[in-house]
């Protein structure tokens, strides 16, 4: 009598283990499922040189590397840029450029993706 009740309590907490531990992995399967395939956003999809390169270049560029300011490469057109792409690149990433300013990570990066695409006329 007294070893079967001990069976029955042995039983019983099998029993209540085996509930508890598949409830915790019902719990457990929506996160990790949620967790699965995080979108990764593309910087750089939405630069242009309409809407980013340019302004920047007329900004902090221009004012030496144009027609009026006389010093090679010109870089008032779409076309001095871009045939001076990577040249460009590499004197803002060095920070050569601006001669006696400075632009800032942001306007580097937007710069990079910019050439790194192609140097599209966009
Ligand atoms: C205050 C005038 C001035 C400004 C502003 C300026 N530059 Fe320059 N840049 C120069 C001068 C002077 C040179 C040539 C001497 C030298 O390399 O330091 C030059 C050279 C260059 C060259 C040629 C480097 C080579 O020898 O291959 C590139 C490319 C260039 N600049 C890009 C830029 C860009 C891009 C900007 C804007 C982010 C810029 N510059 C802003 C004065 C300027």
Known sequence: MTRN???RNLYLIMLASLLFTSCLTNVEQPIEEEGEDPVTVDPCESITFSSNVKSIID????QCHSSSGGQFP???SYNGVS???SSVLSEVESRRMPQ???LS????TAI????DNG???N
């Open 100 to 102: 006696g300013g400075s």
């Open 83 to 85: 045939s001076n792409a």
């Open 105 to 108: 990570n942001d306007e580097i």
């Open 119 to 121: 140097a599209l006329n």
């Open 59 to 62: 900004n902090n560029c221009t």
């Open 74 to 76: 010109n870089l008032d």
């Open 5 to 7: 009740l001990k069976f």
């Open 112 to 115: 990079k993706c910019w050439v």
